[in-house]
């Protein structure tokens, strides 16, 4: 029987900013629950929580402070057993945000391990004396740039933190620290959670040696995201402090613990350079993780080559592992914004939202949508006051942070913060999002939200799109063609991927779909695309 994971869509809430329930300016939990019936409404199978656990709030929720307590901010234990319950109630999975590779610096753990050299839990963290000359012990750099390494005062030594000085690493050699992390991950599992989002999960063992990273070159190309906020860190391979061959093992023992709640899944979060080779290492073994999320298409905007390489590439590689594919999601910009800045994907953003919505559920895959993007948001332009994000902060303007993807949800065009809540939101509601807002989306039939409803409904329909294999077709550009195929049937899937018309040429075995809301015409066997047209041929399996 097929997982339930494999082919699902799974809806990205960055809680902080879905729905303010109690006017302080915050997202929280209750206002989830309180949203669930619009969740059920679009058609996904799982909601993915970005970190709700108490915390300092130095990366907003990523530096956790108590694992097994919901912060105050976002409501109580007993909210998230709420809405645990209410979801599943509506036939919704729950995924949760684990953070396992670091914690905040004012965890307990890490408040015991810095009090001495020789407390119980003094190498639960990556500690490391200083050069002769009191430099760091190696050249590592932090995502958020500069060393990778901290000086502690109590311990006269250097601590390691691949994010911000805040997010101190554990170490995964010290199978104590393992086993305490995998019981915090054990308590929500106990409750009924369907799955953990594995964050950074690369960055979770390092060089036990503390080798150098070599420098990077134009050949062996450079983490984009890193380039993107002006970081140095895009300057070194990072070959000794992520994706270490050591992590196979630990996934092993995480596995062994997964095994524990039968349905449960993880899905990683794989940031590196090379991450589609490390999504199909990490995927393609029964004792490994069960998908892998990357980052190939929330790079800058690219056409319809690259996509047919990224593509191309995963189905060479992952083998019997699972992919699963996004186009946004909290740390970059949102896709419309990304995309439309292309010349040729320009000017009718709503209609280039429907594109990319029935392109990524098409996909072989799991696949993540992240709040808004059924709505078609674009990212928000917001000010250098306005500006919370520690990295947009550091290296505005070359880098404006992440708070333009970050920006309250629009559930009413005429509600002070657009229904967001009563209070001042903690980021401001951009105008432009007050004219996509839910409410007026729900009256128009054609409207991006109405789209993506009437989508996922349809796709739901054809097994081929959810589990089929998927071949790649020379169609040039604009149009990116590919052929799902299962036992019950084969669907030809194309895609138009430019404000102008396309034309392909149609085997006659292809008869057209109907009910996936889009349109195009076929005469003699012609198929002619409208711009951003969509193409859905149905045949015998």
């Given at each position: 029987m097929q997982p339930w994971w494999r082919g699902a869509v799974i809806y990205q809430i960055y809680p902080r900013s879905f729905r303010d329930s109690?006017?302080?300016?915050?997202?929280?939990?209750?206002?989830?629950?309180?949203?669930?019936?619009?969740?059920?409404?679009?058609?996904?199978?799982?909601?993915?929580?970005?970190p709700f656990f108490k915390s300092p709030m130095k990366d907003f929720g990523y530096d956790v402070a108590d694992y097994r307590a919901v912060d105050p901010i976002f409501g109580t234990n007993e909210d998230f057993d709420r809405l645990l319950e209410a979801a599943h109630a509506r036939d919704l999975k729950i995924v949760i945000d684990m953070v396992m590779a670091h914690t905040s610096d004012q965890h307990p753990w890490f408040a015991e391990s810095r009090s001495s050299r020789d407390n119980p839990k003094a190498d639960w963290y990556v500690w490391a004396d200083p050069k002769e000359d009191g430099s760091p012990p190696n050249n590592w750099i932090s995502t958020f740039g500069g060393s990778s390494w901290q000086w502690d005062t109590r311990r006269n030594q250097y601590y390691l933190?691949?994010?911000?000085?805040?997010?101190?690493?554990?170490?995964?050699?010290?199978?104590?620290a393992i086993a305490a992390m995998l019981d915090e991950a054990r308590y929500w599992?106990?409750?009924?959670?369907?799955?953990?989002?594995?964050?950074?999960?690369?960055?979770?063992?390092?060089?036990?040696?503390?080798?150098?990273?070599?420098?990077?070159?134009?050949?062996?190309?450079?983490?984009?995201?890193?380039?993107?906020?002006g970081s140095d860190f895009s300057m070194q391979l990072h070959i000794h402090d992520r994706d270490r061959p050591?992590?196979?093992?630990?996934?092993?023992?995480?596995?062994?613990?997964?095994?524990?709640?039968?349905?449960?899944?993880?899905?990683?979060e794989i940031g590196e350079g090379g991450a589609i080779e490390a999504a199909a290492k990490y995927t393609n073994t029964e004792r490994g993780l069960d998908t892998g999320y990357t980052f190939e298409l929330t790079k800058p905007a690219f056409g319809r080559d690259r996509l047919h390489e990224v593509v191309g590439h995963v189905e060479r590689i992952i083998g019997r592992g699972w992919k699963t594919y996004a186009f946004s999601n909290h740390d970059v910009v949102r896709a419309i914004?990304?995309?439309?800045?292309?010349?040729?994907?320009?000017?009718?953003?709503?209609?280039?939202?429907?594109?990319?919505?029935?392109?990524?559920?098409?996909?072989?895959?799991?696949?993540?949508?992240?709040?808004?993007?059924?709505?078609?948001?674009?990212?928000a332009e917001l000010s250098f006051e306005d500006i919370v994000d520690p990295?947009?902060?550091?290296?505005?303007?070359?880098?404006?942070?992440?708070?333009?993807?970050?920006?309250?949800?629009?559930?009413?065009?005429?509600?002070?913060?657009?229904?967001?809540?009563?209070?001042?939101?903690?980021?401001?509601?951009p105008e432009e999002h007050m004219e996509m807002a839910a409410d007026l989306q729900e009256k128009d039939p054609d409207s991006v939200l109405n789209?993506?409803?009437?989508?996922?409904?349809?796709?739901?329909?054809?097994?081929?799109?959810?589990?089929?294999?998927?071949?790649?077709?020379?169609?040039?550009?604009?149009?990116?063609?590919?052929v799902r195929a299962s036992e019950e049937q084969k669907i030809l899937c194309l895609f138009n991927l430019s404000n102008e018309r396309a034309f392909v040429s149609l085997d006659n075995g292809w008869t057209p779909l109907e009910g996936h809301g889009f349109a195009a015409d076929v005469n003699g066997g012609r198929l002619t695309l409208p711009p951003f047209g969509v193409f859905f041929g149905g045949a015998e399996g």
């Open positions: 109690n006017g302080d300016g915050i997202g929280d939990l209750a206002g989830i629950t309180e949203k669930l019936d619009y969740v059920q409404s679009l058609g996904v199978d799982a909601i993915w929580i970005s933190h691949h994010f911000l000085k805040e997010q101190p690493n554990l170490d995964w050699h010290n199978d104590e599992l106990r409750k009924g959670v369907d799955g953990l989002r594995l964050d950074a999960i690369s960055t979770l063992v390092h060089d036990a040696e503390l080798r150098d990273n070599p420098p990077a070159s134009a050949e062996a190309g450079r983490i984009a995201v890193a380039t993107e906020r050591e992590i196979m093992h630990k996934f092993e023992v995480l596995k062994d613990m997964m095994d524990e709640f039968p349905g449960a899944f993880t899905l990683g914004t990304r995309w439309g800045a292309l010349p040729q994907l320009g000017g009718d953003r709503p209609a280039l939202a429907k594109l990319l919505t029935a392109l990524i559920t098409s996909l072989r895959g799991s696949s993540c949508i992240y709040q808004g993007e059924e709505l078609g948001l674009t990212e990295p947009g902060i550091e290296f505005w303007p070359a880098y404006k942070g992440r708070d333009g993807c970050r920006t309250p949800f629009p559930w009413a065009h005429d509600q002070e913060n657009a229904g967001f809540g009563t209070g001042k939101p903690w980021l401001p509601v789209c993506f409803r009437r989508f996922l409904r349809w796709r739901k329909e054809h097994p081929a799109l959810t589990h089929g294999s998927l071949e790649l077709l020379p169609e040039p550009e604009p149009v990116l063609g590919f």
